[in-house]
């Protein structure tokens, strides 16, 4: 799968600016995390929801650094148990980063909040 950069929806970028200015963490970290959340939630979600109409764009290297392998090959299980072609994996990528941000930022409000979701 080959990308550069993406941009994230207004939503998206609303989601990770709140949540970097209550806690600090870069919106890398974050889109990380929230990634993850979307991945286990058993709804697909429509990548025709998450325009890229926001004011943040990162970088792939940034986004998903050294653990580039491991975020594909779990996109890819993903797509692959949800009978989703190849050519769509992007579209979803994207989608799974938007939608987790905005699912991390409904269920955090502080530092002590994330704690409390990576441990459990």
């Known amino acids: 799968m080959k990308f550069n950069r993406i941009r994230f929806s207004k ?9 970097k200015g209550r806690m600090g963490l870069n919106w890398n970290i974050l889109c990380r995390i929230g990634f993850c959340i979307s991945l286990d939630d058993n709804l697909e979600p429509n990548p025709q929801d998450y325009k890229a109409d926001g004011d943040i764009e990162i970088d792939r290297k940034i986004l998903i650094g050294n653990e580039d392998d491991l975020y594909i090959a779990l996109l890819k299980e993903r797509c692959i148990l949800s009978g989703i072609n190849e050519s769509q994996y992007f579209e979803y990528f994207k989608a799974h980063m938007n939608r987790g941000a905005i699912l991390l930022s409904k269920r955090i409000g502080n530092i002590k909040d994330l704690a409390q979701l990576i441990h459990d």
Do not use: I, Q, W, Y
């Not at 939503?11 to 949540?19: G, H, I, R, S």
């Open 11 to 19: 939503e998206a970028c609303d989601a990770l600016n709140k949540m």
